[in-house]
């Protein structure tokens, strides 16, 4: 019987010192006066690092962030997204020099004109638009602030023009159409 009880209290107390000493695993990183880094069970001062592992930590990658749009009706590419908060679905214009409005869509986003008003050709002909700006626009991740934009009158859908879609990478490939930031 004293056989089996002295190798039980040998590991039992083998398993409260291990215990006390994991039960604390943070280990601060300090600096020493000659600028060396030394590593201590207690704090070393207020501006100490504290770490919880002796292993360097994992270096992380910011990762890009994109948006894929599948091809929709007509072959055209639709993008929902906010137009100073309100929802708006917009088709994809390559050939839009800049964000365009429908007259509603601006009304209700508390758009308003400015002074100046310019001709735009469209491809309907020539028609005269008044210029403005979007506080915020935001499709998918993406929030761009102080959007230039025309108020275009009997415009049926709201158009994502160029002068945003040049601020992004973007490709097409199988019927589908990526945005993505710049490297």
Not at 12 to 25: E, P, T, Y
Request: aromatic residues 6%; contains cysteine; hydrophobic residues 45%.
């Amino acid at each position: 019987m004293q056989k089996t009880i002295i190798p039980f209290l040998s590991l039992l107390v083998l398993v409260v010192l291990s215990v006390n000493a994991w039960g604390n695993r943070t280990i601060y990183k300090c600096k020493n006066q000659q600028g060396e880094l030394i590593y201590q069970k207690s704090p070393c001062a207020d501006n100490a690092e504290s770490i919880t592992s002796w292993t360097a930590p994992i270096e992380t990658r910011q990762v890009k962030s994109s948006l894929v749009l599948e091809r929709g009706n007509g072959g055209h590419y639709f993008l929902d997204g906010e137009v100073n908060g309100i929802p708006v679905q917009f088709v994809v214009d390559t050939g839009a020099s800049v964000v365009s409005l429908p007259s509603s869509v601006a009304s209700a986003a508390n758009i308003v004109c400015k002074e100046d008003r310019v001709m735009m050709q469209t491809a309907n002909g020539s028609i005269l638009v008044c210029t403005a700006v979007i506080a915020k626009l935001k499709f998918g991740s993406f929030l761009v602030k102080d959007v230039a934009a025309a108020i275009v009158p009997n415009l049926a859908q709201p158009l994502f023009g160029m002068n945003i879609l040049q601020k992004f990478n973007i490709s097409q490939e199988d019927n589908k159409l990526k945005i993505s930031e710049h490297n």
